[in-house]
């Protein structure tokens, strides 16, 4: 695979800013959510009643959308950005969710330590390209899934130039504002390649990767956890 020859540019970690969550809230995910809950129930199957974790929950959209596909489904969103969560809180009351859907504030990279291999799922959208040192929340994933769980990440995938992350730009939010124009960008510039991910996983003891293009803008990894 040819390396990505346009530098990894890191945008802030947290997205805390009242007026940046909510021109992230404003831009339509509807359909990349959608698809996210049906590609990972596709792997995962229907939910088992367990706690599913979603890290990096933004405002809580993926798991309304999960859970009003599948009445089993119970979550935990993880953000560490309170204007996100504020958001959120208000769509899980407006959905009627408030009973399956708790949040909560907390760091990723550590979400693991009060509920280790507890989770039924860990699901994580648009995370990884937010952390500057990655492996930190993928390890945190890996210790919170249960035992015959999954592990479900989607992410931004770095263009391989200048000009490909313009047409990226021009074609998903070029009838955005520009806050969000600009926003997405960045995005896509501190995003990581799938080698960088599978790179990554490989540090963290994962032999072969299951890591892939999923569309012309995002890879997916997908990994189970041994049964015992």
């Avoid at 500057?132 to 899934?145: D, H, I, K, N, T």
């Avoid at 600009?182 to 390649?193: C, M, N, R, Y």
Wanted: net charge negative; aromatic share 4%; with cysteine.
């Amino acid at each position: 695979m040819i390396c990505s020859m346009l530098p990894r540019v890191l945008e802030p970690e947290v997205m805390d800013g009242p007026e940046e969550a909510r021109d992230y809230d404003a831009m339509d995910h509807t359909e990349v959510n959608a698809r996210f809950v049906a590609d990972f129930l596709a792997v995962h199957g229907p939910c088992r009643g367990g706690l599913i974790l979603d890290l990096g929950t933004g405002t809580a959209r993926i798991p309304i959308e999960l859970c009003r596909r599948d009445p089993a489904a119970r979550v935990v969103g993880v953000d560490l950005a309170e204007a996100m969560l504020e958001l959120a809180r208000g769509h899980v009351e407006a959905a009627g969710l408030a009973e399956r859907i708790t949040l909560r504030r907390a760091d990723a990279k550590h979400a693991e330590a009060p509920d280790r291999r507890c989770y039924e799922a860990v699901l994580s959208n648009s995370i990884v390209h937010h952390i500057a040192e990655p492996g930190s929340v993928l390890a945190a994933m890996l210790a919170a899934v249960a035992p015959g769980g999954t592990v479900f990440v989607r992410d931004l995938a770095r263009p391989g130039s200048r000009s490909e992350l313009d047409r990226l730009v021009e074609r998903y939010a070029g009838q955005e504002p520009e806050p969000a124009r600009l926003l997405f960008a960045a995005s896509l510039q501190a995003a990581l390649t799938v080698d960088e991910m599978c790179s990554q996983l490989r540090s963290l003891g994962i032999r072969d990767p299951d890591v892939r293009m999923t569309s012309d803008r995002h890879w997916t990894w997908t990994w189970k956890a041994p049964a015992t």
